[in-house]
């Protein structure tokens, strides 16, 4: 059988080509993404940053820990606890200390070198103060000048980029107001932050909390003083790193690396087993004649399924091996744009790992088994008869096997659906769900093709049948005769429609949905924020902002809450921190029990995902600060996209200040005056920005970005590549497969320009047939969707990426008419009756 599949193979090689590259591409994305991700899994261990030469470390515990039935749990705390004086007292007595305050500052009109790589501090956003003595725990050193002396002096960070010279005056902004300093010193970037020193007295009175405490002594005496202080942590050795700026930077972006990479790999299997599959059933329909005259011969039926094994075999085999060649040469360069592009922490490299690429490979050969597993049951099938036949018209049944199973497949993606819909609503709004869904779908789809395909076709083509000339018509019976050539060429347009709008139109639908969610409820007319992610604003601004006439201010804080769900698992939710009278006036929340009204101190507002949902039960949590507090639920918000977070009063922040105002006008007041005593102290207090709410919703609620966006581009991607190969492999080998009958065309009269003419416009119908498939499972998928928001109570409408859907759809017309005309135009160089007379 193998060497019959090798002369059939040299023979026909036109019909196994676009499986090869399809294939061969196919196990190229999965070794370069495996390659990739494999060095997500040897993430460098850094070193301490920060207190790289502070022996000892003693600051607030930043991790919570909850023994459980099954073990210890942990959880990050948002806001540990600052030192207590009496513990810094303490600790002064065993030894020399210095203390250490970490605070936001911004710095106006002067640009800070940071490394680029932290994302922090180019023209002072994301730059933090320091007291001046805990430099030298880092250490850092300085690179001109003098230590700062005096209040009104620092000490900045500058490298190559920096405008800022010893001696000049910049404005700085901290929680304590503005003030013009001088620059009396600049050391070099660290690569972890940009900070700016200040005196250690000035930085006791912008942040009087101790945050850190540096101490030179014995380990085991320091340990034993902070036995008696609950939650805090003396960190030594690598310890320290715990008290770097982010520590856990590396492993968040290598996070997204691997969501990034598996999902691109797992649509790559998807599509390509796909697409060989419907080339292997169409490659099995085109040989019926020589099937049959093998088994006219007296091949058995086992013989010829296993001949199309061994062709999938060797194709296999050799298109793996292409694929990680191409695997090798493309991880390197995927893993050095990644890194250039911030996708990617810089560091981030390939390994020497080899186990990535046995993985492609044996997936690429098992990927060719499978596609040919349903076209060499239709190869044994085959009768000796066969040989004889002259047509080539499908009849558009179905096995009893094919029925069984589409039915299936579209039965499970339905039935999950509707589960989901009724048990978990929420689940079809996360990334991992909607980009899998349309999976299921997708195959049912493309298992009832040759049922499909023909009522489709004499559809979209009864309008170009009416007009005037046979062009129109024979395109019609044409694509509706060969239902295999059709199916085969629409398959890969259907895939890439239908990832395109569910994926784009899920995520459009999505954005729309959260920004009506916050438009309605946000009341306010202007939000005011800080400067830089994680900023505080000042208090200077605040109370200014409270004593401006006619406003209403609501001052709130992000924190966070832990629980403990079902005595096992630690869960944190985002929370913000408000006074229930002011967050009133000023929002809108989507309350289904109890009252904002009756938010107190001794009490939360939750959404319906929490384990408690009934108003007045009393639930233990923990703060953002790791105090374990009981709190009544004094109201409940319904789901909604899940942006509907918990609320508690200032008192249970965890010590967090305040970073949003929401300022709304009363009645009868002059919006413009307010507006205008806004602005101004904010460019009174540098660093506070000043919006109106159409303007935050505008910036705040944007279409999908970062890590998000480009995963699903590069899923499309990959879509568009596989469409190109196997649209340009189908139309080549049909067109080959038909040069008698083209040529019969024009012994019978037609031009050449006709019969061109007459394959771009099949070409155009099956491109449209397998568009409106595609188009169909997206509908469905997007209806789900859309079910699931509704069930939600979030009404916003579906939003249909028409460009995104008209931009694939061109390409795919486009690359058929193409390779259908190209080897048209070639085939008919030939005289019509060398042609017309030729036999296989």
Known sequence: MLSIALRSMRTRWVTFVGSFLALALGVGIVATTGLALAATFDAPRHGPERFAAAPVVVRGEDRLRVGTPIGVRTQELTSPRPVPAELVNALAELGRTVEDRTFPVSVAGARLDGDGESGR????????????????????????????????????????????????????????????????????????????????????????????????????????????????????????????????????????????????????????????ASTFSFAVAQRRREFGLLRTAGATPGQVRRTVYAEAAVIGVLASAAGCGMGVLGAPRLASWMAGEQIAPRWFEIGDQNWPLHTAFWTGLAVALAGAVAASRRAGRVGPVEALRESAVDSGSMPLSRVLLGAAVLLTGVVLLGIALVQDPGSLLKRKTYVTQPMLLIVGCALFAPVLVRPVTRFLAWAPAQLPGATGVLARENASAGLRRTSAVAAPVIVTVALAASLMGTTATLDEARAVEARTQVTSDFVVTAAGEGAALPPEFVERARRIPG?????????????????????????????????????????????????????????????????????????????????????????????????????????????????????????????????????????????????????????????????????????????????????????????????????????????LRLVGAEALVVVAVGAVLGGAVAALNLLGVRTALARLDVRSAVVVPWGAIGSVVAVSALLAVVFAVLPAWLALRVRPVERAGARE
């Open 121 to 276: 501090g180019a023209d002072g956003e994301g730059t933090v103060g320091h007291p001046w003595p805990v430099a030298a725990a880092a250490p850092y050193r300085l690179a001109t000048g003098r230590a700062p002396a005096a209040a009104g002096e620092v000490v900045v960070t500058a490298g190559n980029g920096s405008d800022v010279r010893t001696g000049e005056r910049i404005t700085v902004t901290t929680g304590s107001g503005t003030a013009a300093r001088t620059v009396v010193g600049t050391v070099r970037p660290a690569g972890f932050e940009t900070a700016v020193f200040f005196t250690a007295a000035e930085s006791a009175r912008i942040s009087p909390a101790v945050d850190a405490v540096v101490v030179h002594a014995d380990p085991a005496a320091v340990r034993a003083v902070v036995a008696r202080e609950d939650r805090m942590a003396v960190l030594t050795g690598d310890d320290r790193r715990r008290a770097d700026p982010d520590p856990d930077r590396d492993a968040e972006a290598l996070v997204s690396v691997n969501a990034l990479l598996g999902t691109a790999a797992g649509i790559t299997v998807f599509v390509s087993v796909f697409v060989v």
């Open 551 to 755: 406003a209403v201010v609501s001052a709130s804080r992000s924190t966070s809450v832990t629980v403990l769900e079902e005595g096992t698992a630690l869960v944190a939710s985002e929370a913000r921190a408000v006074d229930p009278a002011d967050a009133a006036a000023v929002s809108a929340l989507p309350v289904v029990a109890g009252s904002l009204a009756g938010l107190d101190d001794g009490s939360l507002v939750v959404n319906e995902e929490w384990m408690t949902t009934t108003v007045g039960e009393r639930v233990g949590v923990w703060l953002a600060d790791g105090r374990k507090v009981t709190l009544r639920v004094a109201a409940v918000l319904s789901t909604g996209t899940g942006n509907n977070g918990v609320y508690v009063t200032p008192r249970n922040a965890g010590g967090a200040a305040v970073d949003r105002l929401d300022v709304k006008v009363r009645d009868g007041e002059g919006r413009s005056a307010v507006a205008a005593q806004l602005a101004a102290a904010g460019r009174a207090t540098t660093g506070t920005e000043v919006a109106t709410r159409d303007g935050w919703l505008a910036e705040n609620h944007r279409r999908t970005g970062g890590n998000t966006r480009l995963g699903l581009l590069l899923i499309l991607l990959i879509a568009v590549v596989y469409t190109g190969l196997a649209l340009a492999g189908t139309q080549v080998m049909a067109t080959s497969d038909r040069v008698r009958d083209l040529a019969v065309l024009r012994l019978a009269g037609a031009t050449k320009a006709h019969v």
